[in-house]
């Protein structure tokens, strides 16, 4: 399995936590259960986003909070060298 870009995955997740309060939001407003329902599982599945993919792709350790651009764990970069740009 292909190791997943730390930011990627930082990025992913708090798009899908942005979207699920939101919804939660709405449920709210309108006091629909099945959109606090649906709420609920979509944070939930970018908490469990977080943890299985937020890890270093060098030494696979949780990154917890991390952003850094070096794994604090083995000191490796984060994120694959990017190609040279032409100017």
Known sequence: MKKLVPKKVRVLVFATFAVGFLIGGAAYCWKSTPL???AMAIILGALGIHLIFYRCPHCG???DRSTGDYCPY??????PEEPPQDK
Not at 74 to 79: A, E, L, P, T, V
């Open 36 to 38: 606090s329902v649906l």
């Open 61 to 63: 350790k949780f990154l």
């Open 74 to 79: 083995c000191g490796q970069q984060m994120d």
